[in-house]
């Protein structure tokens, strides 16, 4: 069954602080994992996306990794910014048609 | 610069009432989707569409209809409303398929069904 799991499923930082976000997925044949942020009450904004032969993408203080063999992916935030309390969610496609599937999302508070 | 944009915002119905949503983009993408998003689970798709005249069912399709009858805007309708139908809905439009490029959201709409 193709799934796409976020860890944790919140978090408090303070900021300017770091922290790192999980994403499991199982979803196959892949075709690429992307990141996105959602602010409260608005629309996702896409923050990375990687192919297979990807490793490594940086947005920013944003940086997403990616290990296609152990099917994992992390989303590091650098100095955290108030800005940065949202949720995000990451987002696993298929290849071929339109198998994408959305994972619950991270929801991220960032306290002064 | 307005991206996606849908409407309305807010809409309350009573079991039973129909409405239509709209989805308008300008940039010109072929793509368009309708999904809607649930507490605590991931946005989940409803129909979408790869070209004016085209529709397809997504992952929950029942309940929903949608038109595409320019380019531009993706319509999506509900017939007789349910409260299983309460949820908050997102457009996104693309340039190419889902599996190759990324997608831009409008800001959504916040239905209840009472």
């Known amino acids: 069954k193709n799934q796409v799991e976020q860890s944790p499923q919140s978090l408090i930082i303070l900021e300017g602080k770091n922290c790192t976000l999980q994403?499991?997925?199982?979803?196959?044949?892949?075709?690429?994992l992307r990141w996105y942020k959602q602010d409260t009450g608005r629309g996702p904004v896409s923050l990375t996306i990687?192919?297979?032969?990807?490793n490594t993408k940086s947005n920013g203080r944003y940086t997403a990794t990616l290990d296609a063999d152990t099917k994992q992916s992390s989303l590091h935030i650098t100095a955290s910014q108030l800005s940065d309390s949202a949720s995000y969610i990451c987002?696993?496609?298929?290849?071929?048609?339109?198998?994408?599937?959305f994972g619950a999302g991270t929801r991220l508070f960032v306290k002064a | 610069n307005a991206g996606v944009t849908q409407t309305p915002k807010f809409r309350v119905l009573k079991t039973g009432q129909s409405m239509t949503l709209l989805c308008a983009q300008d940039?010109?993408?072929?793509?368009m989707y309708w999904y809607r998003q649930d507490p605590g689970m991931g946005l989940r798709l409803i129909h979408y569409?790869?070209?004016?005249?085209?529709?397809a069912k997504g992952e929950v399709p029942d309940g929903y209809n949608v038109s595409r009858l320019k380019k531009q805007n993706f319509l999506l309708g509900l017939e007789s409303a349910a409260p299983s139908q309460t949820s908050v809905y997102f457009c996104?439009?693309?340039?190419?398929?889902?599996?190759?490029?990324?997608?831009?959201f409008g800001a959504g709409t916040r239905l209840s069904v009472l």
């Open positions: 996104a439009s693309s340039d190419t398929s889902l599996a190759k490029n990324i997608q831009y």
């Open positions: 569409s790869v070209g004016e005249g085209t529709t």
């Open positions: 940039m010109n993408h072929e793509y």
């Open positions: 987002v696993v496609s298929a290849t071929g048609g339109f198998k994408t599937i």
């Open positions: 990687m192919t297979f032969s990807e």
């Open positions: 994403c499991n997925y199982t979803v196959s044949p892949f075709s690429n």
